[in-house]
C-alpha cells in the first residue's frame, strides 16, 4: 500500500533552519504531484508548498513562506523534500506531506488540494 513518512521536524530557534524529508512508498513517485501542508493548534491545514510531477518544474509556495522555504523532489529516491530556512515562531505546526495522482498534465502540473494520499506529520516548533 501507498505510504508517506516524514521526518526531519524538532525544535529550533527563531532564524534556525530545518529540512523535512518525505519517503514514498508503493506507488510510481514521478507520477504524483507532491505537496507539503501544515497544521497550527487552533487552524485549519494550510498548503504551504506544492511540486508538479516528472521532473518538478512547477512550484508554487504559499506567500507566508516565500523566499525561506524551498520544495524538491528526488525521483530515484522516492522523497519530496522541505528546506525551510529564517523560521519564525508562526511556522511552528504539524507539518504533512501529500500526494495526488497526477501522470499527465497541463498548466502548472502541481496540486494545491484534492491529494490522494497523507503521510503522519512531523512536528516542527520553533521557538522565539
Known amino acids: 500500500q501507498v505510504q508517506l513518512v516524514e521526518s526531519g521536524g524538532g525544535l529550533v530557534q527563531a532564524g534556525g533552519s530545518l529540512r523535512l524529508s518525505c519517503a514514498a512508498s508503493g506507488l510510481t513517485f514521478s507520477n504524483y504531484a507532491m505537496g507539503w501542508f501544515r497544521q497550527a493548534p487552533g487552524k485549519e491545514r494550510e498548503i504551504v508548498a506544492a511540486i508538479s510531477s516528472g521532473s518538478g518544474g512547477h512550484i508554487y509556495y504559499a506567500d507566508s513562506v516565500k523566499g525561506r522555504f524551498t520544495i524538491g523532489r528526488d525521483n530515484a529516491k522516492n522523497t519530496v523534500y522541505l528546506q525551510m530556512n529564517s523560521l519564525k515562531a508562526e511556522d511552528t505546526a504539524v507539518y504533512y506531506c501529500?500526494?495526488?495522482?497526477?501522470?499527465?498534465?497541463?498548466?502548472?502540473?502541481?496540486?494545491?488540494?484534492?491529494?490522494?494520499?497523507w503521510g503522519q506529520g512531523t512536528q516542527v516548533t520553533v521557538s522565539s
Open positions: 501529500a500526494a495526488d495522482f497526477k501522470p499527465y498534465w497541463t498548466g502548472t502540473g502541481y496540486s494545491l488540494g484534492g491529494y490522494d494520499y
